[in-house]
């Protein structure tokens, strides 16, 4: 799952514990592992000793990343400064289960059955290193009915990610990657969190409930204030009764740059469904991309934890962070500066 390219039609991210004596020799093994099944199956090859190899698809954009989370560091002994863990917040309800991690795979594809193919290789591969600890699995449909590109809608029906800073610009470079010297130049950091979605009573709300809470149309993603989904907000529009257009509470305003100290994330989505039995419980796998965790992301959290409309119907069930390091060329492999 690139950083720069779009959310995929079908995505699973699992997470990984280091098995007992795993050091930083037998790291830089696995990520050798990883960077020849990363290859191969980017490319629609099998993996060597794929037991499956005709599951091995091309044409299907497969994409991987992977991050390492905080306890690598306690091996490798050269921690990012832009990964820091986050405090519990007051709105989440976090369960051990959706939590935590020492490496994460991110694999997206437009086929489920190369999504699941590709994460069986890379975990086989993985077991002498690692065993997984969850996996969750998503959706996201970004192409619109007349099959051109769009920003794609969360189960709430928001069109969702529409303030996203464009890759290939400088505000996309100066949000996302990190300048610090050495192994970790270029790299990221990514946040991972779970979060639940009350559909029942979001559905209870008028159109015009819900999008004075998100600060958005519906219907196109525009700002209340605007016709288009990427017109700027204006923060200070009044309605004829004087009351704020985009309501002092409207996600839209909390999350936006303006508010917070010109602080920009790179959000990506997974749409998800779980299911026990008869019930189901529905809602987004939230993806952050940003070069300092403690510095960009954590403040945007704290104040939507604060203050926003959406905490009604949502809820934040797991919780983890990661440091990606930058990609790999051929002959080289992935973490190779910092696992040498």
Sequence with gaps: MAVETASPKHAEVVALDLVEGTDKAALGRLMRLWSTDIGALTAGRPTPGDT????????????????????????????????????????????????????????????????????????????????????????????????????????????????????????????????????????????VRRIKLNLDTWDELTRSEQERAVGRKLSTGAPLTGVAEHDELDLEKRDADGRLVIAENAHARLSHHSTNDGRRIFRKGLNYVHDTGASRESGLIFLSYQADIAGQFLPLLARLNAADALNEWTTTIGSAVFALPPGFQPGTWLGQELLS
């Design 52 to 191: 499956a190899p005709e599951l091995a698809l091309g044409n299907v954009a497969v994409t991987v990343t992977v991050g390492f989370g905080p306890k690598v560091f306690t091996v490798t002994g050269k921690r990012p400064r832009g990964l820091d863990e986050l405090p519990v917040m007051s709105h989440d309800r976090l369960q051990p289960a959706w939590c935590g991690g020492d490496l994460v795979l991110l694999i997206g594809a437009d086929d489920p059955v190369s999504v699941v193919h590709a994460v069986r290789r890379m975990v086989a591969d993985a077991a002498p290193f690692a065993r997984p600890v969850w996996r969750q699995t998503g959706f996201w449909n970004g192409t619109g009915s007349d099959g051109k590109p769009v920003t794609g809608r969360n189960l709430f029906g928001q069109v969702d990610g529409s303030g996203n800073p464009v890759p290939g610009t400088p505000e996309f470079e100066q949000t996302v990657w990190s300048d610090e010297p050495g192994w970790f130049a270029g790299g990221t950091t990514l946040v």
